[in-house]
């Protein structure tokens, strides 16, 4: 076991732990682990190639030292990743080496680099003296030998290391593959020279024999043997490079974050502290120019903050006492005073970290055809090489021919591109769409943006800024206006809902300190009722008077019809059982809405507008942004659970419905659609039910999500494609024996390399 010293040994039911893999050298590899550890009682398991590592969720009964000692006996390694360095946000999630593809050793980049070019400058030479007649001199082979040697046998120590260590726990993997094709082509090498016809002079039955170059450069395969093991180096090496690429995007998000924090203590006096030691309440200092060090709320000054490094947004957001900022982002003018609300593994910044790397940690459906695949291919491999031995030696071709073909299926045949081909796409994809302010939840999501063909967006927070004002306050006759605002104001203070909050801060503004509210709840999609000073006070819509028989008088009705014509949300407030007044207030649309829908029909989506809202209000904001067209559907005045059902409508009738929401009520709906998006803005719920988070709050992020989801599903089926149509092509003509070997070690470490590539194209999608 490796030295881990966590509480490996406590038992925790329904548990969830990462462990790095260490030894996996393909997909069949990551496929044999994975079958090992879902054979243990209650325990589900992900093993991911390209992170080299396996996501584990186990009941009672199980350790994770009994997951540790089946992965070990299974052949590779196993332990718990390091914690993040003290300096970087605390995720708790391992996600300080999530897909770098580092694990050292014979996969570590700079050893293979070494390996590679110490067998380079040795192949170099063989390879010339076996296929250029003109460089042969007499004894030209034994040269040869000596240069080959330290090749097969040490630049492909990994190779031989790895395929023994599977030998001996009954497993065959792509090393298997290398392995047995290098010491063939070495090992028949090692036969003709010492005992066939290619030593000059040589020995045999104690007879000299004199044989030409020629015939001993056709008799000895030692070019094929280093030539195969140095292509093979060669695509590991960028293999290894491309991976830690592909993770490029994840460790530089997880660098964002401050370092150090400056606190206020008592008297004013700041104190410098690691951010680590920051904890949620602290008050801190940023001044201009430096990182904010974690979420929270601004309690004295007003600046400008640049979140473009977290959210792609370059425009700097102005902010002001009350304002909530994000850790990570950058304090460009003005001193602010920040109350730290979210520390740790519970800010944006670690969750963002933990959706990433949860995402590349997952395996789409394609992957896990793949998977299935490579854990049975390189056995069919092997019989596929015998059976072609066999069958050119009974043709009758002779020794070397069935030798050489039987040689390139097994080199030709690795099947290493199909173990890359989604995960590296995963990472680059999901990685990018960090950068852009995008998070993708897990790769499963990826098919659904296919398929959408109708988005539903949510009005209040979404389509508009969500940051209601109150615009007019109409008392009915009798009544004071201040006595109005005071109780409804009061009343509306102790509700989260954003009419609510503008109600509450508008009666503040013009009357000043409010009294308190008791026996305060709310009525879902309808309104608020409470007690204050002494009065049962209610607010809402309609629907709300109604349920205690009230009705508006004619002056008030007058004015809400006139409010909701021009698109305004009115509030009635009613008290010691009559309607009192009614207040007005109005949600501006966002300047990029009506960019953003002509973005997602670009798609092919059809836009439907949701809303609690009613009907002229509805209308008014859809003719704003454009969803006037024929099919166009705008659904007004639904409540809460009606938003599922609404979505649940579309579904029944043949579509594939994307949802576009941000807060708490839109959960439910977001959880229901084929495809959730939530607004980095919105709340907690509405974030957790989504696939796809958006960080910036910009609907226009919406169309990018689903265009860079789809890509990166495109490029993961055309790595896929090329992974098994390689294969698939290229294992009969080595069968046929139209395949030298060398060239086949060749085109295999290509196809690796190539599916690695065309995955890093993913970072130019803008």
Not at 217 to 237: C, D, P, Q, W
Not at 508 to 525: M, N
Not at 685 to 710: M, N, Q
Request: glycine residues 10%; hydrophobic residues 50%.
């Amino acid at each position: 076991m490796s030295s881990t010293t966590t509480p490996t040994g406590a038992q925790a039911p329904a548990a969830e732990v990462e462990l790095a893999i260490g030894g996996m050298t393909c997909a069949s590899c990551a496929a044999r682990v994975e079958k090992k550890l879902n054979r243990m009682d209650g325990v589900s398991a992900t093993v991911n190639y390209a992170t080299e590592k396996a996501r584990v969720a186990f009941g009672e009964g199980v350790t994770v030292d009994d997951l540790i000692a089946t992965v070990e006996k299974t052949g590779y390694t196993a332990q718990l990743p390091p914690p993040p360095a003290p300096a970087r946000p605390e995720g708790g999630t391992g996600a300080g080496t999530a897909g770098t593809g580092e694990t050292g050793g014979d996969r570590d980049p700079a050893s293979l680099r070494q390996r590679l070019l110490v067998s380079l400058a040795l192949s170099v030479p063989v390879v010339l003296l076996s296929m250029v007649p003109a460089l042969q001199f007499d004894n030209w082979q034994w040269l040869s030998l000596t240069l080959a040697a330290p090749v097969v046998v040490w630049g492909a120590l990994p190779f031989h290391r790895a395929a023994w260590t599977n030998a001996r726990h009954g497993a065959a993997t792509m090393d298997t593959l290398v392995s047995l094709g290098t010491a063939a082509a070495f090992g028949w090498s090692l036969w003709a020279l010492f005992l066939g016809d290619a030593g000059m002079p040589g020995m045999r039955h104690g007879f000299e024999l004199t044989v030409s170059r020629a015939d001993a450069a056709s008799a000895l395969y030692l070019e094929v043997a280093a030539g195969v093991t140095t292509f093979i180096l060669l695509g590991r090496y960028l293999e290894a490079r491309s991976k830690r690429s592909a993770g490029a995007a994840l460790r530089a998000l997880l660098e964002l974050g401050a370092k150090e924090v400056t606190v206020l203590r008592e008297g004013g006096r700041e104190e410098p502290l690691p951010v680590s030691e920051l904890k949620a309440g602290t008050r801190f200092v940023v001044r201009p120019g430096e990182k904010i060090a974690t979420d929270g709320t601004v309690v004295e000054g007003s600046s400008a903050v640049d979140a473009s490094m977290l959210t792609g947004e370059s425009v700097p957001v102005d902010v002001s006492v009350g304002d909530a900022v994000t850790g990570a982002t950058v304090n460009t003018s003005g001193r602010l005073v920040v109350e730290a609300t979210r520390v740790g593994s519970d800010t944006q910044l670690a969750r963002m970290a933990r959706l990433v790397e949860d995402a590349q940690s997952g395996k789409a459906e394609v992957q896990r055809l793949a998977d299935r695949v490579s854990a049975v291919f390189v056995p069919v491999v092997l019989l596929i090489s015998l059976g072609t031995l066999g069958f050119w030696l009974g043709s009758g071709e002779g020794t070397a021919a069935a030798f050489t073909a039987a040689v390139a299926v097994l080199i030709i045949a690795c099947p290493c591109a199909l173990g890359l081909a989604t995960p590296t796409a995963l990472m680059v994809g999901t990685g990018r769409g960090a950068q852009l302010g995008i998070l993708i939840k897990g790769p499963e999501v990826l098919e659904s943006t296919r398929r959408v063909d109708t988005v539903v967006l949510d009005k209040t927070g979404t389509v508009t800024t969500g940051r209601m004002e109150l615009r007019e306050v109409v008392a009915a006759e009798g009544v004071d206006e201040a006595e109005l605002l005071r109780l409804a104001g009061a009343l509306e203070h102790a509700s989260e809902h954003p009419v609510a909050r503008a109600i509450a801060a508008g009666a503040a503004e013009k009357v000043g300190a409010l009294p308190a509210v008791e026996d305060f709840a709310g009525v879902a999609g309808l309104g608020v009722r409470g007690v204050v000073e002494g009065r049962k006070v209610l607010a809402g819509r309609e629907r709300l008077l109604a349920e205690e028989s009230l009705e508006l008088p004619a002056g008030l009705a007058g004015a809400r019809a006139a409010a909701e014509a021009e698109g305004r949300t009115a509030v009635a407030v009613a008290w010691d059982g009559e309607v009192r007044g009614l207040l007005t207030v109005a949600d501006a649309v966002k300047e990029t809405s009506a960019e953003a829908v002509r973005d997602l029909r670009a798609l092919g989506l059809t836009p439907v507008l949701l809303t609690g809202d009613n009907q002229a209000v509805a209308q008014a904001v859809a003719h704003e942004i454009g969803l006037n067209l024929p099919g166009d559907q705008v659904i007004a005045e639904v409540m809460p659970e009606d938003k599922v059902n609404a979505v649940k409508r579309l579904q029944t009738e043949g579509r594939s419905v994307a949802m576009i929401g941000d807060g708490v009520n839109d959960a439910a709906a977001l959880a229901q659609a084929d495809l959730g998006l939530a607004m980095g803005t919105g709340t907690d719920a509405a974030i957790e039910a989504a696939d796809l988070t958006l960080v910036r709050g910009d609907l226009r992020t919406a169309a990018d999500a689903i265009r860079l989801a789809r890509r990166t599903l495109g490029t993961i089926k055309s790595n896929l494609f090329w992974a098994f149509g390689y294969n698939v092509a290229a294992l009969p003509l080595a069968a046929a024996g139209l395949l030298n070997p060398m060239i086949a070690g060749a085109a295999m470490a290509f196809s690796s390399v190539f599916v690695v590539t065309n995955s890093l194209r993913l970072r130019t999608f803008r």
